[in-house]
């Protein structure tokens, strides 16, 4: 099996992510924090090396990408399978709004939020579903350095598929807007570290215990 290493980058803060708005795939921009955060995400990853780079296409990762392209000239390639998460009705709503109007799904959402849908949208068995199709097809690539550019949840998908973890230690990752998830596979177990704010690598991946839960 040929050794890779895989980089997966969340974009920079949005004010949806700052005032606990649910995202989804609806479009939001970066705010000053998180075009400060990009920016160290593209020195770690030039530091580091990257030969192929492949990103969700929406606006908050093409912000992002724009704030690494100085730094790190690796051209994008798009991928909708790379996508957050879709939040359906649940769409542009403030976490509290939802709370109060659907409070009989959110509470369920919130104790199983692998298996429970939000109205019209998806959840990690969908996710899982696009993780596993992307990551086949990118595994034919001759890159031995990758670095995906996408979003909280899709990037918990990803790395439960390349770590061969179960729903619950998915469900219990946490990636905030200046970290960096570093996989390795190819040779023995996978082994996995994270950068944060350009600081690593730290062994494991951050829980939930670890960090203060951050929204996708």
């Not at 895989?6 to 479009?27: C, P």
Request: hydrophobic residues 40%.
């Amino acid at each position: 099996m040929r050794v890779r290493t895989w980089y997966l980058v969340r974009h920079g803060e949005t004010d949806w992510n700052a005032e606990r708005r649910m995202q989804g795939d609806f479009e939001s921009s970066l705010n000053d924090k998180g075009r400060a955060q990009a920016r160290r995400s593209g020195e770690t990853l030039a530091l580091l090396g990257v030969d192929c780079l492949y990103a969700s296409p929406l606006l908050r990762v093409r912000q992002t990408l724009f704030e690494i392209a100085p730094i790190l000239p690796v051209a994008a390639i798009f991928d909708d399978r790379l996508k957050e998460w879709s939040a359906g009705d649940w769409s542009g709503y403030l976490y509290g709004d939802i709370a109060k109007d659907w409070p009989e799904l959110f509470a369920a959402w919130e104790k199983d939020i692998y298996n429970v849908r939000a109205p019209g949208g998806e959840n990690f068995l969908d996710l899982d579903a696009r993780a596993a199709s992307f990551l086949s097809e990118a595994e034919t690539s001759s890159c031995p350095r990758f670095a995906i550019a996408a979003h909280g949840f899709i990037n918990r998908a990803l790395a439960g598929r390349l770590l061969s973890l179960r729903p619950e230690e998915i469900i219990d990752i946490r990636q905030g807007n200046d970290t960096i998830f570093r996989i390795k596979t190819g040779d023995g177990p996978a082994i996995a570290e994270h950068f944060v704010g350009g600081e690593g690598p730290i062994p494991g991946l951050p829980r939930m215990s670890m960090v203060q839960s951050s929204i996708a």
